[in-house]
Structure formats: C-alpha cells, structure tokens
C-alpha cells in the first residue's frame, strides 16, 4: 500500500505536464440551448449491487459494492469483501463527503480523494448541459463540475462513454456498456471495473 501511494504522488507530479486534452476535430459545435439531462444509469431512490474490481499500480483487489441515492447529489456507497469485511464506506449529503470508514491500508487522504472523486461523478443523476457536438451520429453533451467540464457521449438516450476533466486536463474516462462499468484513470495507473449484480428499478 506503501508503494500505491508513492506512485500516486508521482503521478500527480507527472499529470501536472501532461497535454491539455480537446476533443476530436470530427465534432462540430451545435446550437446549443441549456438544458437538463439525467443519468440513464442512476436513479434516485434506487440501490445498486455491483462486483468491483479495482486495479491500482499492479495490486488487485475486489469486492461487493453497495450504491444507494436517496436525493440527488445525495448517496452513500460501500465495498465489502467477499467475507463481508468493509474496506470503505463514504457517504455524501448534499455535496458533503463523510467517510464512516475505511480500512487503514487505504486510510490515506490521496486514496479517498480519488476514490470520493470518481464517485461522485458516476452517481450524479443530471447535468446542465452548456454546450453540444456532433459527429453526425454520437451527440458530446458539455457539462461542468464544478470549474471542470464534463463531456457526455449520448446516442438518443444512451449514455455510452464520459469524459471528466481536471483543468483543461482528461482525469478520468467513464465507459458504459450493457456487462458493466469501466473507470480509468489519466494521472494514476488505477482502473475500476463495476459488474451490475442487481439493479432495482
């Protein structure tokens, strides 16, 4: 866990002078009203179950994962082994994080950042969109987060892929599709992988 941190504060060094990142030249801006769009994935009221996966510098480590969104930008998630041990359990009221525990092999304030980060945006149930491309078939929906945009890769209502920036830099690339869930980090070798065990709609 010792070396996970260490490569996590040499990556941060190191995606400090990595490129800014556009979009390809084959989107063209729309004529854009603003507008609200919501999570075709997430729900408000709903409980999901999925098996986790999380890569991080070489170590594997996995596990059920609990998500449930009471209101919006309201949820709590856990990870528990498959022994029923807790590795984490955060909690978020209203854009308020609350960590009601973690493990100490993570208990470290870059760990829980990243992983309240990534959290956060993929149990965000709607956007405000600011802005459209097009390639002729795939619309990028442009939100923010904060001072951070957000592009959304929508097909009709289809969610497929989301881009989350950090400055004019690509952070995290969420990829959805119908088997599960892929996180993947641009500044630390990390990588989650979420199968939906159950969704209750």
């Known amino acids: 866990m010792k070396q996970i941190l260490k490569c996590s504060l040499f990556a941060i060094w190191l995606g400090s002078c990595s490129p800014s990142y556009n979009l390809p030249a084959e989107y063209q801006s729309m004529a854009t009203t603003p ?13 999901y179950l999925y098996r986790a996966t999380i890569t991080a510098y070489g170590h594997t480590f996995s596990g059920l994962l609990v998500a449930k969104i009471t209101a919006d930008n309201t949820w709590r998630v856990a990870l528990t082994t498959d022994f029923g041990n807790t590795l984490f359990d955060f909690e978020n009221q209203s854009g308020k994080i609350k960590t009601n525990y973690i493990t100490p092999d993570l208990n470290r304030k870059i760990i829980i950042r990243t992983l309240t980060s990534d959290f956060k945006h993929l149990l965000k149930t709607h956007w405000q969109v600011t802005q459209k491309y097009t390639n002729g078939t795939i619309e990028v929906q442009q939100s923010k987060d904060g001072n951070d945009a957000v592009y959304l890769f929508t097909s009709g209502t289809n969610l497929s892929k989301q881009l989350n920036m950090q400055g004019k830099k690509l952070y995290t690339t969420f990829t959805y599709n119908s088997n599960n869930i892929t996180i993947e980090h641009h500044t630390f070798t990390i990588k989650i992988v979420l199968e939906p065990l159950i969704i209750n709609h």
Do not use: D, L, S
């Open 35 to 47: 507008t609200t769009i919501a999570n075709p994935h997430i729900r408000v009221g709903e409980e």
